[in-house]
């Protein structure tokens, strides 16, 4: 069984069906994939594809109908229901923030019903109010209706992982949010990943958010069927069917140049007086074609983090790099 | 010769009485407040224990009720038909209806004002319990907290605002209930007034009438008031 304090799960589902009683069909169909601890999964599919059922079998708010799904080994059938929830970070995108409660009361939810200590509780509230960026001498004794959309997703992130679940549950958590607000907190929720480490299963139906949050992205089509679960980059390339290549759009080709960097390219070498401001090598090929286009040239230079001059980047280095097929499942870059 | 000053003439057997008084004033201050003691204030004691007993019985069993159905939605219909029909019966009618039963006393009186407090407290304490919004109850569920938790935790404290608006509307017709409970018991409020409007003289119904009415505002405050201190969050301003 999953520990308090365990930084990251296996999850597995081993297909795993569910069949809502009078429906025609099921929901999700025979789903089988293996979420490797430590990672963010990106479920991504139109509405009724049966994303939001799939998550919420881990936590058993769905009961699966046939099939299993197992946390490090463990089914999760087998586990109190209660006990295994409290293991389960869960953010959903209305939030759900308790309006009665501060924001302190609020992130304090599961560390009480835990029984945890009242210094431990606190110790960790301030903690995770920190974690997440809001100051908790400021914002500790708010209440959810005194913060903005974004500073409550926030609170809604530090109460998931109040009692620092292995595994994180998140349906759709930025998808109520102003596209600025959503980039902004789609970055936050990456830095703060690469701190805790939670195995995220993260509801979408934004492909570019798929691409920007997903270690591996899960596309699910009406019916609940899985059709192609790989890395951001090989579904980008070499979608699996027609259903995936419509889903991901025309524009995939563009897409797939956000996952690769300046930096990794084979880059020319620089020229000795560029006429032009550099490029960061941290920078996607995206955002470097942008420039192009806008420079009205065909190379830029490329600067490194102090901004010593590294090398050029050519309209044709990026176009070869697009013509590259993607590194295979696993080697995300 | 110099006039004496003295005190007005004496009336035998009815006591000192004032211009006002022999007028029959619309209201004599002076004779409200040298019956005070005997009259009015015991009246608006026991107006007060009536009203805070009945409204007191009715929540308890009203909100058990609502528990109930919370937890078994098919007890809400015949439960809320019941308390509904209770409230349609006049006051008077059901007095008399329970007179046989229960005698000329407080137990008839308490009988009739607890049933009139059950409709608006039980469906304002089940709206509130059920308006907890859907995705707060699901997070909470995901969150692994226990019906028992979900309850105390989140219905309980969200239903607060509902139930006290209930206890307001509960509290303030009791108290003018009370009033018609006269016609049972000799005591409240009701006593002075039914007295009054036997008699033309004016002043000790008006006292009476305006002292319930200051009593039911009184009690009506002093639920908001606890209002405000049991609800910080509906009243929280945003931070600027």
Known sequence: MANQGQSAAEIVFDRATKVYRGAPAPAVDELSMTVPAGEICVLLGPSGSGKTTALTMVNRLVEPTSGDIRIDGVSVAEQDATGLRRRIGYVIQQIGLFPHMTIEENVATVPQVLGWKRDRIRDRVRELLDLVGLPPREYGGRYPAQLSGGQRQRVGIARALA?????????????ALDPITREHMQDEFLRLHEQVRKTTLFVSHDMDEAVKMGDRIAIFREGGHLVQYDAPERILTAPADDFVARFIGADRGLKALTLRRVGDLPLEPADATPDTAPLAA???????????????????????????????????????EAGRPAPHEGEVA | MIAAAGPHPVIPDFGPVSRCVQDNGFFCTDWFTANWDSVFWPALVQHVR??????????????????????????????????????????????????PGTGVSVLTVEIALVAYTLMVLFKNTLTGLREVPPDVRRVGEGMGLTRRQILVRIELPLAIPSILSGLRIATVTTISTVEIAAFIIDQGLGSPILQGLQSPFNTQFVAAGALAVALALAADGLIVLVGRLLTPWTHARRAV
């Open chain 2, 50 to 99: 009536l009203t805070v007993m009945a409204v007191g019985i009715g929540f308890v069993l009203a909100f058990a009720a609502a528990l109930l159905a919370h937890f078994k939605g098919w007890l809400e219909r015949p439960v809320g038909g019941f308390t509904a029909f209770l409230y349609t019966i006049p006051p008077l009618a059901l007095f008399e209806l329970l007179v």
């Open chain 1, 282 to 320: 941290t920078e996607t090929l995206h955002t470097a074609l942008s420039a192009l286009m806008t420079s009205g040239t065909d190379r830029l230079p490329v600067a490194d983090g102090d901004g010593r001059l590294v090398g050029t980047v050519t309209l044709d280095l990026i176009r070869a």
């Open chain 1, 163 to 175: 009692a620092d679940p292995p595994v994180m549950l998140m349906d759709e958590p930025f998808g």
